[in-house]
């Protein structure tokens, strides 16, 4: 179950721009930044991936909010094309080259704190998420002996390792 695309009744500005997006496009993208004072990573997720294109919605954490919407929107646009994401797996062609990204399947136990407005949507936690981890420097990930601390640490891991 899902929000009507066509809302009957009254909805917040906010949630008719969500509406509308994934009716237009396919997909919305949220970015979400720490409260002023608070510290802590910027993250972005997808809402409609899912509902549009049966691919699992995306979130990718701990560059600024703006980077981490653009990638969430390249993913988006390359599921539109028919790319279909896997986790476990990594890809060149999301980043600028050299770098590649991989994908894990998030435990819904994270849901609630990181893609609120897609549960919203979808009324629940039944659609699959992903996260979008992205490399250090040297091309190691946070799993990876040798990453770097900051992209280790800035990257929540949302998955059981």
């Given amino acids: 179950m899902t929000k009507a695309l066509d809302p009957s009744g009254q909805v917040s500005a906010a949630d008719a721009k ?3 997006d ?5 997909w919305h993208t949220l970015g979400v930044s720490p409260c002023a004072g608070e510290d802590g990573p910027h ?3 997808s809402i409609g991936l899912y509902y ?3 691919h699992p919605e995306v979130i990718i954490i701990g560059l600024p909010v703006k980077t981490c919407q653009e990638i969430v929107n390249v993913v988006g646009g390359h599921v539109k094309d028919g790319t279909q994401y896997h986790a476990d797996h990594d ?3 999301i980043l600028t080259d050299p770098f590649r ?3 894990k399947q998030v435990e819904r136990n994270h849901y609630g704190d990181h893609v609120g407005y897609a549960l919203w949507f979808y009324e629940g936690d039944e659609f699959p998420l992903l996260q979008c981890f992205w490399p250090d420097k040297q091309f190691r990930f946070p799993w990876n002996d040798g990453c770097n601390e900051y992209a280790r640490t800035s990257q929540r891991t949302l998955y059981l390792p």
């Fill in 43 to 45: 993250w972005a997720f």
């Fill in 101 to 103: 990204c991989a994908f």
């Fill in 18 to 20: 969500v509406l509308e």
């Fill in 91 to 93: 890809y060149a062609e």
């Fill in 52 to 54: 549009t294109f049966g």
């Fill in 22 to 26: 994934i009716k237009r496009v396919g």
